[in-house]
């Protein structure tokens, strides 16, 4: 079994494809294994933000102060909407757990004003769900 933090950053990978190549997320999930065994939680992840990402979207948006979805970077675009998953559809992911684990991967895989940003935006998104 893969680790969690392994199959978010292949997860993201995968969601990063799929956006960029409009790949099926069977294909990005194998391309983003690289020969790898797949793991649950990570079809889980792109699986459940390929079939939710109209809602997703709409939540990310209503959460960005004067950007819109076509202005992010793709990395932080797919980063979003992977925490995003978590924090609407993943009851057993904490929500602290789900925007600690996008800051890790933004700073990785971005740099420390993309987590900045990131961790503004999924704050807002963690405190309008919560308060449903």
């Given at each position: ?87 609407m559809y993943a009851e057993d992911v904490p929500a602290n757990v789900a925007i600690n684990e996008a800051l890790e991967i ?27």
């Amino acid at each position: 079994m893969m680790k969690r933090r392994t199959a978010r950053e292949k997860a993201l990978q995968a969601l990063f494809q799929m956006d960029m190549n409009e790949a099926s997320p069977e294909d990005a999930i194998r391309n983003a294994l690289d020969g790898q065994e797949s793991d649950d939680y990570l079809e889980k992840l792109v699986n459940g933000t390929a079939t939710h990402l109209a809602e997703i979207d709409a939540m990310i948006s209503q959460h960005l102060e004067n950007w819109t979805l076509d202005r992010l970077a793709k990395v932080e675009l797919n980063i979003l909407r992977l925490a995003a998953y978590e924090l609407m559809y993943a009851e057993d992911v904490p929500a602290n757990v789900a925007i600690n684990e996008a800051l890790e991967i933004a700073k990785r895989f971005a740099d420390e004003k993309s987590a900045k940003f990131i961790n503004g935006v999924l704050n807002q998104m963690k405190d309008s769900i919560e308060s449903k």
